[in-house]
C-alpha cells in the first residue's frame, strides 16, 4: 500500500470528523482537523477581547497578535484522538461550544488567518500518511491529494447530530438556534471570497444524510483501499 493523502471536505457539522478520525485510526494515519485550528484562532480572539460588540474581529488586533498563536495536536490515548492545544493549553473542549462557533466563520474568511493555517497543514502533510478534514482541503491545501471526498448531508440532519453530541457533553442546546448557525455558517462558507467552501472536481462526494456511522466507515475505508492500492 502507498502513503497518501486523503482530502475530506464538505458542510459543516456532517460527520465528516468522524469518519477522518476514524478512518486514520484504522490505517494508522495522521488526523488533523483543520475546523480545530479555525476555532482555536477564533478562540484566541475572544479570550484576548478582540470582537466588537456586534462580532466583528478587530483585523488589525488579530494580525498582530498571529506569530503568538500556536496551534498543536496531541494524540489522547484514552479517546484514541487527538487533541487540539493552544500555546500549550488544552481547548479542546473550550472550541466545541456555542460561542466559539457563532464567531468562527467570520474568522476563516480572514485572508492573513487562512495563508497562516494553510502553511501550517501543507507542512505537517508532507510526509503524507495523513487524512485532513476541512473546507479547502482538496482545493487549495492538497490539490494533489489522491483521494478527496465531499462531504454532504442536509441542515436538519446535521443540526440534530450537533445537537445530539452538545447535550451528549452535558452542555446547554437548542435545536433551532443550532439549525439557524449550521445554516449560516453553510452561507457564509460557501460565499466568502477566499477559498469558498466547494467540492474539488475531482472529490468523490457523499451524501451519507442516510448512512449509519458504521456504513460511511465502511465506504470510506475502501476508498482508501481503492487508491492506495492503485500503481
Ligand atoms: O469544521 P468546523 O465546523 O469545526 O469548522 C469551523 C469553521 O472553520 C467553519 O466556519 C468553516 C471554517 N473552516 C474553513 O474555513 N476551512 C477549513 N479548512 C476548515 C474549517
Request: charged share 30%; aromatic share 8%; with cysteine.
Amino acid at each position: 500500500m502507498k502513503k497518501i493523502i486523503i482530502a475530506i471536505d464538505g458542510h459543516s457539522s456532517c460527520g465528516k470528523s468522524t469518519m477522518a478520525k476514524d478512518l486514520a485510526s484504522k490505517i494508522g494515519y495522521t488526523y488533523i482537523d483543520t475546523g480545530a485550528m479555525y476555532r482555536a484562532v477564533t478562540y484566541y480572539g475572544l479570550t484576548h477581547d478582540m470582537f466588537e460588540e456586534d462580532g466583528t474581529i478587530r483585523l488589525e488586533q488579530l494580525e498582530a497578535a498571529m506569530d503568538d498563536i500556536h496551534i498543536s495536536f496531541v494524540f489522547n490515548e484514552e479517546t484514541r484522538r487527538p487533541d487540539t492545544y493552544l500555546n500549550g493549553e488544552y481547548i479542546e473542549d473550550k472550541i466545541r461550544g456555542m460561542e466559539v462557533s457563532a464567531h468562527v466563520s467570520p474568522i476563516a474568511t480572514v485572508g492573513f488567518v487562512r495563508t497562516a493555517m494553510v502553511a501550517q497543514q501543507q507542512e505537517m502533510g508532507k510526509q503524507k500518511g495523513i487524512v485532513m478534514d476541512g473546507r479547502d482541503i482538496g482545493t487549495v491545501v492538497f490539490p494533489e491529494a489522491e483521494l478527496k471526498v465531499f462531504v454532504t448531508a442536509s441542515a436538519e440532519v446535521r443540526a440534530q447530530r450537533r445537537y445530539d453530541e452538545l447535550k451528549g457533553k452535558g452542555q446547554e442546546a437548542s435545536f433551532e438556534e443550532i439549525l439557524e448557525n449550521v445554516k449560516e455558517r453553510d452561507r457564509i462558507d460557501s460565499s466568502r471570497e477566499i477559498s469558498p467552501l466547494r467540492q474539488a472536481d475531482d472529490a468523490i462526494l457523499l451524501d451519507n444524510s442516510n448512512l449509519t456511522i458504521p456504513e460511511q466507515n465502511e465506504w470510506l475505508y475502501e476508498q482508501y483501499l481503492r487508491v492506495a492500492s492503485e500503481d
